[in-house]
């Protein structure tokens, strides 16, 4: 861990230029960093089993939660167009490559039986589906936005096809909080590119298309969306009427973080350690199921503050950056923002949080850069020429005249 910090510094020390505001350059890092703190305060005085080598399950102690801050700051500190590229290629490498080994195994196996069963709920290399359907979104999410703002018609067919790819996986996955988080992402992205004026309705009409034709190939294979939704709909019914049965709204959810609000209450300040809620939680899965609700639990509401503050502090940067935005950090802070969605039904894991931390730092180093706008459409350029055109021959026929 050191190595890489010594070598992210040389990276940055290399690559930023000009003089730089140093505290207005590191603000999310002195928010994560708060975060960082109250975690460790809240990990020494409310120690726990797990606080110093996590559990047999997820693996994260208090290290662990420190490293994803690390996970951060290495990626911030990455302002190469080049490196910054293979850094999300490579997460959205790692998602393709698990979904075109996934899909091939589940097929080979159901094919003898004709048992379409066997393609839901895949989960790959992970412990649980549902940690694989939110890697599988964030993946999604980063293909969509290569297909609508890659400058190369290379890039964005490559992405539309990943597109397709990933979201077939996560069909089969059958993760509803992961396509739900899916959803918001990319249509937040095309509400974004449209305010900024970077949509385009070609690359916009294909990944429709696209999507569509591949929700009905689930449909068709037993694997869509419809009956997640009819769920989804039974749950909010159960919600709104209030009865006994609201508690399992969201397979059991709404109770786990009913729960977990009481246990968030009884100790708001440095919250109850590492895993430390388990016991006052129903069932045996020990957290609540909602990653902000689990920082508040562990290490205080001031920790999930912070940690908030630092995403906020991100996203005001990028709005404010408008069209300079480029290409990577567009697509980075998609990624970054599914995976924000889905964390309202996941928990962290080892190997899925850095993944957000990564992203959010590709978006950091993006926005600090000093960038202009992105080249204008061949449209937009000639409209502009012929008006330029316009305006010099009605000057010089006025100095004619005079």
Known sequence: MLALLVLAARWARADLPGERD???????????????????????????????????????????????????????????????????????????????VTLVSVTVNAAPTENTSQLRHVKAYFEQFNHYGYLLAVGAALAAAGTLVARSRLARSGSLAIFAITLLTLLFNDTLGASVALAVGVLGLVVWLATMGRLRARRTAALVAVAISVHLVAEFAGAGILNALI????????????????????????????????????DPWLGHGVEGIAAGLPGTTGRSHNEYLQYAAFFGVPALLAYLGAIGAITVRVVRRGRAVDDVTVCAAIGAATYLVSACFGNTMYYTAPVLFLLLGIVWSGVRLRGEAPARSDKQRASQVSHWSQETQDSQKTQTAR
Do not use: M
Not at 231 to 239: E, N
């Open 231 to 266: 769920s989804l709909g039974a749950d909010v019914g159960k919600l709104s009427a209030g009865g006994e049965d609201a508690g399992s709204a969201g397979t059991g959810r709404w109770e786990l973080w009913v729960a977990t609000i009481e246990r968030i209450a009884a």
């Open 22 to 100: 140093v505290l207005r350059d590191n603000i999310p890092l002195l928010l994560f960093g708060a975060f960082s703190a109250l975690a460790l305060t809240a990990a020494i005085l409310r120690p726990t089993p797990e606080t110093w080598s996590g559990d047999g399950y997820r693996h994260e102690s208090i290290f662990t939660y420190l490293s994803y801050v690390g996970f951060f700051f290495l990626a911030s500190q990455v302002f190469s167009s080049r490196r910054r590229r293979f850094v999300v290629g490579l997460v959205l490498g790692l998602v393709l490559v698990s979904c075109v």
